[in-house]
């Protein structure tokens, strides 16, 4: 079975500053995707960035980038410039390739930002 | 707006009694999954469907159960229900899976 690792329950990051969350997933699969979701106070679940395991290249979108290593099975999500709008519970998941596979997640964790 | 919706947005309830989420996923979205979000268990798969049929089941109990529609609307009946089936229930529809899922804003759940 897939498992999502989020280690650390909390981090804190100042207004401006760079922050890296980390996340780690357990897999016999050679092809699958990785994302990150970002949950605010609202509970809204919003998709910030995907990675196919295919792709050395790692993703980017705006502030947001990933460090995604596949042997090591690590997949880590780096803000850039952080604002008080990031903070937030952010989850990584995994979900292996095929169409309509299921999302598996991690625990999760919770961003704050120091204005 | 996601795309998806949910109903009720909000849920209170008594031990022992038999609710209905519904949901409605994005237009073309085939696929609607549902999922448990409680305080201490984080996001839990609970049942996915494809077109009107089950296609995998997660940590979902017995007294739970969910169907989808012709329409691909979907339903989360829960009963029997006790305290610690007060969570965040959220319904999220994909087409292929490849942009990951769209999320509905969830279902607050409480049973008192």
């Known amino acids: 079975a897939q498992t999502v690792t989020q280690s650390q329950p909390e981090m804190s990051v100042q207004e401006a500053e760079t922050v890296t969350l980390s996340c780690t997933y357990d897999t016999s699969e050679s092809d699958y995707y990785l994302f990150w979701y970002k949950q605010p106070p609202s509970r809204q679940m919003i998709l910030v960035i995907r990675q196919e395991a295919y792709k050395q290249q790692n993703a980017t979108e705006n502030r947001f980038s990933v460090n995604f290593q596949k042997a090591a099975k690590s997949f880590s999500l780096k803000i850039s410039d952080s604002q008080l709008g990031d903070a937030a519970m952010y989850f990584c998941a995994y979900r292996r390739a095929g169409a309509n596979s299921k999302l598996t997640f991690g625990k999760g964790i919770t961003l704050s930002v120091r204005p | 707006d996601s795309g998806v919706t949910q109903t009720p947005k909000h849920l209170i309830t008594a031990t022992g009694q038999r609710v209905t989420l519904r949901c409605s996923p994005r237009s073309g979205d085939l696929s609607v999954y549902w999922y448990q979000q409680s305080l201490d268990q984080g996001l839990q798969f609970l049942i996915q469907y494809y077109n009107g049929e089950e296609r995998a089941k997660g940590n979902i109990l017995e007294r739970f159960s969910a169907q989808q529609f012709p329409d691909l609307h979907s339903e989360l009946n829960l009963s029997s229900l006790e305290l610690g089936d007060s969570a965040l229930y959220f319904c999220?529809?994909?087409?292929?899976?490849?942009?990951?899922?769209?999320f509905g804003s969830g279902t607050r759940l409480t049973v008192v």
């Open positions: 999220a529809s994909s087409q292929t899976g490849l942009q990951g899922y769209t």
